[in-house]
Each structure stands twice: as C-alpha cells, then as structure tokens.
C-alpha cells in the first residue's frame, strides 16, 4: 500500500511538472511604431500547475531578425499546488530603422535559474511587423501652416504668412473652383515668412484652397474674391 501512495504521488507531481505552459499573446507597443518610438513587446504567459515566474534571458539582433529566448522558472517546491500562474514580460527592442522586421521568442520551462532547458517543452512564435517613418507633419498642422489675406480679396494679389515649422517637404497651396477644378498651386514648403500671389486670373466669386503635402491634406477654407 505503500507502494501505491508514492507511485500515485509520484504520477501526480509528473503531471504537474510536465503540465503545458502557453505563450498566450505577444503584444506589440505602440501597435503601428514609427523610427521614432520606443518599440516594446509584452508577453502573457500561463503555467497551470505551479509557481513561476518570467524573464528576458537573451536578446540577440541580426540585420533585421530578432531573436527572444524568454524563461519561466517552475518552483519546484510549489509543483503539486492546484494553481494557476499568469506572468507577463515585457522585452524593449528600442528604436528601429524604417523596414520590415521579424520577432521569434523561445519560451522555455525550466527548473533552474540558469535557465536550462530541463524539461524539453520550450513553445515559440514568430511575429512579422513593420516600422514606419515617422512624420511630424499632420493635417492639424498643414491646416494652422498658413495665414492669407485681404479675404476678400480686392485686388489681383493676396498675401500668404507661412509657418514653415508646420510644413513638410512637398507641401503646396492649392486653389480650386467650387466645382473642384485647381485653379493654381504654389509650393511654400521652401517658404518662409510671407509670399505674394498674383490672382489677376481669378474671376470674381467663391474659392476653396487648402495645404495638402503628398497624401495628407489640411482643412478646407473659403476664398472671396470681390475685384
């Protein structure tokens, strides 16, 4: 009968020290990151049989390949407990140049600090991402770029006051009619301070124009012109 108890409990702790431990998600932080951000990955993971605990135990880059391996340290004094153990890790890769990357994390159990391998169920995933180049110029800003005046206009010049801060490199000041057709453009992205235009071709009436750079767009303004 003896026996029997210690081949039970024996049985017991396998199943335990062999229980599976996922790697639930890898999220990736900011989602869509720019060369401009700090690009961090956390990792969720579950042990269901006992105490653990999580941690980056090397980090390696090659051109754009990134290789993880990530430990869980099984408690052996806590193997046996009925219990559940959710960690998360959180590894910071940094600033990456604009490109297409690939992220593989190992996760390996182990029983030893040292984190070796003991128990041969290491899980891995691999997650594809891209950085893109970061743009400091937004719609927000194309739409406060710009200041024109006399509007109305009386005469065949208007006066445009550029911030170029708030530009980019391709930014141009385009007029339309109220059918949507262009009827000039200018580029002020190499602007600053103020600029004159020559509108003796516009006709009197209504006008719209806006700021658009590549394919951001600022808001759209009415121009009157009254001669």
């Known amino acids: 009968m003896k026996k029997l108890y210690t081949l039970l409990f024996f049985c017991f702790s396998l199943q335990f020290l062999f ?3 996922d790697l639930d998600s890898i999220a990736m932080i900011p989602a869509n990151p720019t060369n ?5 990955f956390v990792l969720y993971i579950t042990k269901s049989s006992a105490p653990c605990t999580g941690w980056t135990n090397s980090f390696i880059k090659t051109n754009n390949h ?3 391996t990530d430990c869980i340290y099984i408690d052996p004094l806590g193997l046996g407990l009925p219990v559940i153990c959710n960690t ?3 590894v910071n890769i940094g600033m990456q140049a604009p490109g297409s990357y690939t992220y593989q994390v190992v996760l390996r159990q182990t029983g030893q600090v040292g984190c070796v391998s003991s128990f041969m169920l290491d899980t891995s995933a691999v997650l594809n991402f891209t950085v893109g180049a970061f743009n400091s110029i937004s719609e927000e800003s194309l739409s406060n770029a710009i200041r024109l005046y006399p509007n109305p206009a ?3 010049e208007l006066v445009i006051s ?3 801060k708030l530009v980019g490199k391709n930014s141009n000041l385009v007029f339309y009619s109220m059918l949507g057709k262009e009827i000039q453009r200018v580029n002020i992205s190499s602007t600053s301070g103020r600029i004159k235009i020559n509108t003796s071709h516009f006709a009197n009436g209504i006008y719209l124009y806006r700021i658009e750079d590549n394919d951001l767009k600022g808001k759209i303004n009415r121009l009157i012109v009254s001669k």
């Open 154 to 156: 009386t005469s065949d």
């Open 36 to 40: 401009n951000d700090d690009v961090k």
């Open 19 to 21: 229980s599976q431990t």
């Open 66 to 68: 990134f290789d993880i």
């Open 162 to 164: 550029v911030n170029n």
């Open 88 to 90: 998360t890790d959180t």
